[in-house]
């Protein structure tokens, strides 16, 4: 069975540049996170969608970011512009409902 | 006072020991415990998890639960230089899940 799939692995951008992000969640699960990770921390939940209907999006930066999932299944998180403090590694995860996380192999983000 | 604390490390232990790694967390109705490990440049994969006060056991891992503590942890037995790698603790409260910052955990031959 595939894993959650994530692209670009990489993305090196100019600061005020826009940048988007895919994510292809385990098939079946329902639920999909966006987390973004700096270097020596955890993960930070950004949003939580289920289904196509965003549950928690209480820590997205909204001036800035913004995710859709519009057939539930895969999505996409956009951030415009870009800011050098946006260099982080963004996760996407995907559970059932209130089952274990699976993580994808995450974007690298590298904002110049 | 963070929601999940770990000892950032780096815990050196040799190789064969048992590693024991740490984890506190300030939410009394968190429901659920799991331990990530992560590799340098790779995602967190789930080791385990635990719901119940107690010990679970999963090969050489073991993950223990204290919730009037507010304590998790997870010990490695017979520790093998493949354990080295950064260990996140995540609490589930509802369907948040909040991560440590990670322990790191080098394994010597």
């Known amino acids: 069975e595939a894993g959650v799939v994530q692209s670009p692995r990489y993305k090196i951008i100019e600061k005020k540049q826009p940048v988007a992000f895919w994510c292809n969640p385990i098939?079946?699960?329902?639920?999909l996170y966006w987390y973004l990770q700096n270097l020596g921390q955890g993960p930070e939940l950004l949003i939580r969608y289920e289904n196509e209907e965003a549950v928690d999006d209480s820590q997205l930066p909204k001036d800035r970011f913004s995710a859709e999932r519009l057939k539930g299944v895969d999505s996409t998180l956009k951030i415009q512009p870009a800011e050098l403090g946006d260099s982080a590694v963004y996760l996407c995860?995907?559970?059932?409902?209130?089952?274990?996380?699976?993580f994808g192999p995450g974007t690298r983000l590298t904002v110049l | 006072q963070k929601e999940v604390e770990q000892n950032s490390g780096p815990l050196s232990v040799p190789e064969g020991a048992i590693a024991s790694l740490n984890c506190t967390y300030s939410d009394r109705g968190s429901q659920s415990f799991f331990w990530y490990r992560q590799y340098s440049g790779k995602s967190p994969e789930l080791i385990m998890f635990?719901?119940?006060?107690g010990d679970k056991e999963d090969g050489r891992f073991t993950a223990q639960l204290n919730k009037a503590s507010q304590y998790v942890s997870l010990l490695i037995r017979d520790s093998q230089p493949s354990d080295s790698a950064t260990y996140l603790c995540a609490v589930r409260n509802t369907d948040k899940l909040i991560f440590g910052t990670g322990t790191r955990l080098q394994v010597f031959p």
């Open positions: 098939s079946g699960h329902n639920t």
């Open positions: 635990i719901y119940s006060n």
């Open positions: 995860a995907s559970s059932l409902v209130g089952g274990t996380q699976y």
